[in-house]
Structure formats: structure tokens, C-alpha cells
């Protein structure tokens, strides 16, 4: 049975941002108020989580080489956020987070407020961080057959018919020998538990082809246009199928 750490005093974190970001809008911005907010919320959590939990268990985290241009996190978000995690079958909320998907791990922080380290990747069973929900994916015959490599994935939608993202941030180099990082995503979906790859709208459909008439006709009523907003009409159409094979 999952357990759950409740941390009710980490609480206050949002009350005082909250109150930090009020004030802010009627004086000048003051980020380093925030900061300090943020940093006394996270002394609350370690202070109440003890050092013992099962969430400090995991691998030294490298910030890599600072030369290369842009940042390796999600959403480029390159400052510890508050998010959740199921790590080896225990709830823990409030978590001041980060995640690289250049090298796909979820990255925590120590009790001493300062020491990076990577949760392990195989104890991680999912994850919400910036209002997004990843879980992670083990290698078996029906990923392989669509290209899934272990990892984590984006959940966009849930529904018996699934979608996935594969958040991606490679380092390339620019002509004048600059590194930086590219950005890219990897769509999938689950129907019938059996794992499809697929790049755009058309490709979408053909996947969905039982009910394409329906989808069309849906699409067109709605004018929705997948090059505008794609990963959020696609979970218009998904969504729509399943109602439609309910």
C-alpha cells in the first residue's frame, strides 16, 4: 500500500509567494524577497521530512558544462520548484524539484538545502511538476515495437485511449562551434494497450480510423487546427474518440 508523507507546514509556501507575488504588483518587483520565501518553505519541508525519508536515496547530480548555451530542464525551468512524486511506492508532496530531459532525470535536493542528486529512475513511478504529469515507462515488447525508450513521458491524456509525449533536449553545435540545446518531442499513442508513433494530425487520424468519418466532421465543427496548439487539440480529438467508442 502506498504511504503518504504529509507536510502540511510546507503549506505556507504558497501563502507566502502568493502574498510576495501580491505585493509585487503594486511596487517593484522583488525577486529576491521571493527567493528568500521559496528558501525558508524548503527549510520547512527538510525540517519536517526528517533525514531519514526514503526520498533522500539516489545518485549525484552533475550540472554539466556551463558553456552551452540555453539550459537541459523542462520547460526551461532551471530553478527547484515544488512538485510531487511517487518514489519507490511512497507519496511525497511538495518536493523542491527540477527535471533534465537531456539526460531524463528527476532532480532533487539534499537535506542540507544545497547537494544535488537524481532520483533513481526505476523507483520513480510518476511525477507532477509545472502542472504536467510524467510517468515512467519500462522497456517491454510493446514499447520497443513503437520506439519507446525507458524513460519518462509526458501523460497529456489519461483516457483509455492514451497520449504520451517524449520530452527531448539534445546539445547540437552551430556553425561558429557554439553549443546549445534543441528542443524536440516525440508523440505516442496507447489504444488497445499497444503503443503507435505519430507526427501529425493526419497520422492521428489514420490511428483512429474506425471512427475518422466522426473525427473529420468533429474537427471541422470545432475548426480545430493542429498546427496552431498541436498537443492540445490532439487531446481535443482523442478525448472526442472516446466518447465516441464508449
Known sequence: MRKTVCLSVILS???IINSE???AQTVDRDTS????????AVTLYFSALGKQAGIFNGIEYNLGDPLIKGNAFFSDVNTFTPGSVYYDDVYYDDVPMLYDINTDQVVALLYDHYSMYSLIKEKVGSFNLLNH??????????????GLKPGFYDQLYPGRTEILVKRQKTIQTSNSADSYFSDGTKWFLKKNNVFYSFGNKGALLQLLKDKKKELKQYINTNQIKFRDKPEEEMVKIVSFYDHLTN
Open 21 to 23: 507575488k501580491s505585493f
Open 133 to 146: 504529469h510524467f510517468i515512467y515507462l519500462n522497456s517491454d515488447t510493446s514499447t520497443e515495437k513503437a
Open 13 to 15: 509556501l504558497i501563502s
Open 33 to 40: 524577497s521571493q527567493q528568500n520565501a521559496f528558501k525558508n
